[in-house]
């Protein structure tokens, strides 16, 4: 059984939902431009730049592809690129930050430590992601606060930062998500058929188990149950931190 058949459940409000989110992206894009969507290539971002494509918004796309990534989404990342009326850019980690990391580190550091582990999120995917916000007013994210406790308050907009945050999705529920990719057949990555609902790098993305906690299967290893890579932690001031 796949993804769809085991998960696209709508809620009972799911059209109030959809009609607040279609109206957040309108906005971003009408007041906060440059905007850019931030894309994964998850459940939830493919169902955002589904709905950017339909709303027919000028916000571009952009993926982290941290070297790391499983073929899977590497195939799904082509396929959007050839067909999204929205455009995809691709943004890599700097050779040279890789090469001298895995020189000093080893292939596989992020099992060592968390302090590690870190480090090579913050070369793969932190690095890159300043990149792809610079200049932009605002950026829009996948985040549900379904996802896991530390999102468990995610706004539907942060305004609040230098660079306001957009989160469409915050108040869906995963049954929400597949109820859209089901509605209209929405191209999504096989890894969420294999029990992945949450994709990240390959040595750091595990299937979970009937039961298991939605993001168990990231970081696996480690015991926190505050586990982020550093693209969407706050500090105190709550201004926007992007640091692992």
Same mark, same amino acid.
């Given at each position: ?16 939902? %959809? /009609?607040? #989110? *279609? @109206?957040?992206? &309108?906005?971003?894009? +009408?007041?906060?431009? !440059?905007?850019?969507? =931030? ?37 799904? %990342? /082509?396929? #959007? *690129? @050839?067909?999204? &009326?929205?455009?995809? +850019?691709?943004?890599? !980690?700097?050779?040279? =930050? ?45 985040? &549900? ?100």
């Amino acid at each position: 059984m796949g993804a769809v058949e085991l998960h696209a459940r709508a809620s009972a409000d799911f059209d109030a939902r %959809l /009609a607040e #989110t *279609r @109206a957040l992206l &309108r906005r971003a894009a +009408t007041e906060f431009s !440059p905007v850019t969507q =931030a894309s994964s290539l998850g459940a939830e971002d493919v169902v955002i730049t589904h709905l950017i494509n339909s709303l027919q918004l000028d916000i571009p796309v952009f993926v982290l592809d941290t070297g790391m990534l499983h073929p899977q989404t590497l195939q799904l %990342l /082509a396929r #959007t *690129r @050839a067909t999204s &009326r929205a455009p995809v +850019t691709v943004y890599r !980690p700097r050779d040279e =930050a890789v090469i001298r990391f895995v020189q000093r580190e080893g292939k596989d550091p992020m099992y060592k430590s968390v302090d590690l582990r870190k480090a090579c999120c913050h070369i793969r995917k932190v690095e890159p992601l300043e990149r792809a916000l610079a200049g932009q007013r605002a950026w829009i994210t996948g985040l &549900r606060r379904e996802q896991s406790n530390a999102r468990a308050e995610v706004p539907l907009a942060d305004e609040g930062a230098e660079r306001a945050k957009f989160n469409p999705l915050a108040n869906w529920s995963w049954g929400d998500v597949w109820h859209y990719i089901a509605a209209h057949g929405v191209d999504y990555n096989p890894l969420h058929d294999q029990f992945y609902p949450s994709v990240g790098c390959a040595p750091c993305t595990r299937a979970i188990s009937l039961g298991e906690d939605f993001r168990a299967g990231r970081w696996w290893w480690e015991s926190s149950d505050l586990k982020e890579c550093g693209l969407h932690v706050k500090s105190n001031d709550s201004k926007e931190k992007v640091s692992a």
